[in-house]
């Protein structure tokens, strides 16, 4: 089945940086869009960025543009989340998503990783 696994989620002080990576295996990696999604406690999980399947296309929310970068390498199945200037409110768990769902940009997903949590202390 669909496997999706995170990693590079971790502790960092304000103004920091983390980058996520997400490996996938069993589906056609290169034929389907990908995202990274994010729950903080008492939220909804949401979108953080999507990247379409040959990566020429992306998405951001709001929140994130101009700090986070979403990038792809389909030779090697994986999908990264580069963010930077991290802030407090950025803390969350963070999901590496695929087959997505809901138009562009995407508002969900069929399939959904384990989750990586990302904590910024101020």
């Known amino acids: 089945q669909v496997q999706l696994v995170e990693s590079g989620g971790g502790l960092v002080q304000a103004g920091g940086s983390l980058r996520l990576s997400c490996a996938a295996s069993?589906?056609?990696?290169?034929?389907?869009?990908m995202g990274w999604f994010r729950q903080a406690p008492g939220r909804e999980r949401a979108l953080v960025s999507a990247?379409?399947?040959?990566?020429?296309?992306?998405a951001y929310a709001d929140s994130v543009k101009g700090r986070f970068t979403i990038s792809r390498d389909n030779a090697k199945n994986t999908v990264l989340l580069q963010m930077n200037r991290l802030a407090p409110e950025d803390t969350a768990v963070y999901y590496c998503?695929?087959?997505?769902?809901?138009?562009?940009?995407?508002?969900?997903?069929?399939?959904w990783g384990q989750g990586t949590q990302v904590t910024v202390s101020s």
């Open positions: 998503a695929a087959n997505l769902r809901g138009g562009w940009p995407p508002e969900g997903a069929v399939y």
């Open positions: 069993e589906f056609t990696f290169s034929n389907y869009a």
């Open positions: 990247i379409s399947a040959t990566g020429g296309r992306t």
